[in-house]
């Protein structure tokens, strides 16, 4: 019998047994344990390889220690541990020979022991993009009761330095998987959206160098953070963003000024709005741990951010937003938006600016409409010069956009114009990619509830190998059932839930390979 001081030993059988046979299974409560006789020793390890669960008992021992699983060729060396071709960890029992008798010690490590582990192990599997092995990484989480977000906290913290441009649909996206996985019950529901938000964080930073911040700290001034994006100046900004951390303010005090910063002008095709107001949303879910990194990557993606407000297409805007003067009195329907070009959108929004609100359902209304319409044909052309590269992401872009707009300027009612004068920008911008002779009513959604619940759940198994696709996918379902829940009963109702479903029945396309080399001709022919 074991010592009081070692009641985790366990008697398994007698060495001469083991010694006969080589190799022997034996099982204790829910634990399958093979047991090896070698060259130096004896062994024990799980018998479920833990790549893909097959028998490692049918595996081939050499020289005296290494164990290869036949499955897969993954290596084992059961003296140090260590995985010597493959990816996830073994586990091993710790083995006393006693009387002629084989003991195992089937204690568990420690929490906190177990938990690192795990976490290094689910970092290693981001050097490769191992999908499978994120989740079985996430599942021993769960399996040990350990917080399975801390996997998202540390993945924040391992990539955020490896993103050249800043924040990415990966961060953006992760709040609305997050938000998703609330409201399911099943453990193997409520694991996808982790998975999908590990998966997309390795895959935008594969193989990345660090892009370091820079660590100067600055004392925190609100107008200064904005100033120091307007410039590009990535060190002023993360200074100041550094200051405030140190002064102890938290995201909600610097969305005001990011919020501006964002929508300073017409930029990055949204994006940037979206940005700020999804990095709040991942705050508020994951805690102040990551709130230093996430605030630096949309930082860096402010500073980098395109301003489409500069090109010809757009420089309406700046003239329109200093027109602005709440006075526009005049009524507005989403009717009035139909067809017209970036100028004349611009024009419109001011003519009816005494009543954001009233105009922001005009608008989602005449973008829901676009998107409903969309001229599905557009995306197959393969002649078209590279402005007019058009496809279904410039429509639903336009709904999630305007999420972002309506949550951050009915927190800040300043930001109403600049908002409202870009949403005309997207709709003047989509306005001759529309077929407005499109017979609808296929699409139109009898019971809302039942719809967007199903195509929710249709998410978990989307079966799309592009994270851009996937994060798409859960960010306009989000972006369309808060915009419902927030007016019940809204007259652009029916339009939105009609529109997302022939998006999300309607093929996508991701790849042009004849588009793209006839306009690399083009291009190269114009060069000179």
């Not at 507005?332 to 100028?343: A, I, N, P, Q, R």
């Amino acid at each position: 019998m074991p010592d009081s001081g070692s009641s985790s030993l366990v008697p398994v059988m007698d060495l001469a047994e083991l010694q006969a046979a080589g190799r022997k299974v034996v099982k204790l409560g829910a634990k399958q344990i093979v047991l090896f006789h070698g060259d130096k020793g004896v062994y024990a390890c799980n018998n479920r390889c833990p790549h893909e669960g097959y028998p490692l008992k049918e595996g081939t021992l050499a020289e005296g220690c290494v164990l290869t699983c036949n499955w897969h060729n993954w290596k084992f060396d059961l003296e140090s541990g260590e995985t010597l071709v493959g990816g996830d960890r073994l586990r091993r029992y710790p083995v006393e020979i006693r009387d002629g008798k084989i003991w195992l010690d089937l204690s568990d490590p420690p929490a906190d022991q177990r938990s690192a582990e795990i976490l290094d192990s689910l970092r290693q599997s981001f050097r490769r993009h191992e999908y499978e092995r994120m989740a079985r990484e996430v599942a021993r989480l769960q399996q040990i009761d350990a917080d399975p977000l801390e996997a998202i906290r540390q993945a924040i913290w391992w990539t955020h330095d490896r993103f050249e441009f800043g924040m990415t649909h990966a961060h953006a996206a992760a709040a609305d998987w997050l938000a998703l996985r609330e409201t399911l019950s099943e453990d193997s529901e409520r694991l996808v959206p982790l998975v999908e938000i590990l998966g997309h964080l390795a895959w935008d930073s594969l193989r990345e160098p660090a892009y370091p911040y820079p660590s100067e700290t600055r004392p925190y001034d609100a107008e200064d953070l904005v100033s120091a994006i307007e410039r590009e100046d990535e060190p002023a900004a993360v200074g100041l963003v550094r200051g405030a951390l140190a002064e102890g303010l938290c995201y909600g005090d610097l969305e005001p000024a990011l919020a501006r910063a964002a929508l300073a002008h017409y930029q990055d095709f949204g994006h940037s709005a979206i940005y700020v107001f999804k990095i709040g949303q991942l705050i508020d879910q994951l805690g102040p741990d990551v709130a230093e990194p996430l605030i630096l990557l949309l930082v860096r993606s402010l500073i980098y951010a395109t301003r489409e407000d500069l090109i010809p297409e757009f420089r309406g805007y700046a003239k329109a937003i200093a027109a602005w003067d709440r006075k526009g009195g005049e009524p507005v329907v989403t009717e009035d938006f139909l067809g017209l070009s970036v100028s004349k959108a611009l024009s419109r929004v001011n003519r009816s600016s005494a009543d954001p609100e009233e105009l922001y359902d005009a608008l989602l209304g005449a973008g829901a409409w676009q998107m409903l319409h969309f001229k599905l044909t557009l995306q197959d052309r393969t002649e078209n010069p590279v402005s007019q590269n058009v496809g279904w992401l410039d429509f639903t872009h336009t709904i999630t956009f305007a999420n972002a707009v309506r949550c951050l300027a009915q927190r800040q009612p300043a930001l109403w114009p600049a908002g409202l004068l870009q949403l005309a920008c997207f709709l003047g911008r989509n306005a001759s990619y529309v077929d407005r002779t499109l017979a609808t009513d296929a699409w139109q959604v009898g019971d809302p509830a039942a719809f967007l619940a199903e195509r929710f759940a249709a998410l978990l198994d989307h079966g799309n190998p592009e994270y851009i696709v996937s994060c798409h996918l859960v960010k306009e379902l989000t972006a369309v059932q808060a915009e419902l829940a927030a007016k019940p009963g809204a007259p652009w109702a029916p339009t939105l839930l009609a529109a997302v479903k022939r998006f999300l029945d309607s093929p996508l396309k991701r790849k042009h390979s004849q588009r793209a080399a006839s306009q690399a001709l083009a291009f190269v022919a114009l060069e000179g």
